[in-house]
């Protein structure tokens, strides 16, 4: 488990700041939302497909005794639980994830705008 040695929330342009000595990663409010760990999220192992979040923030992040962190994001969602290995994962493996977010909502029928609703003609 690696923690990180900085962690900055930057409200203004959405994303959080993590640093591992010197490789750093900056990560959407929208990539961590659609990728909660919580159970919302995860479905109790049938993933439920997150879509309109492309404005998302995130409000608020506090530590969780010393292997999480708790983030709020300004549409409610603030009941999973980033441990420091599921942060570093999501990191280190950003591009593929997001690449697999994205085929997902393709498939899906679905938008990242929640004011775009995506109707598929057979």
Known sequence: M????????????KTLELCYGADCYSLSAEF????????????HGNPVLQYGKQQVALENLEP?????LKLSFDDGH???LYSWDYLEHLATHQAELWAE????LHQA??????????VQLS
Do not use: F
Not at 64 to 68: F, S
Not at 111 to 118: C, E, I, K
């Open 109 to 118: 029928g679905k938008s990242r705008d929640p004011q775009v609703s995506v």
């Open 101 to 104: 977010y994205l085929n997902a």
């Open 78 to 80: 603030d009941t999973g």
């Open 64 to 68: 969780v005794g010393q292997y999480a």
């Open 32 to 43: 961590l939302r659609v990728h909660s760990p919580s159970a919302e999220v995860r479905g």
């Open 2 to 13: 690696r923690i990180p040695s900085r962690i900055k929330l930057h409200k203004s342009i």
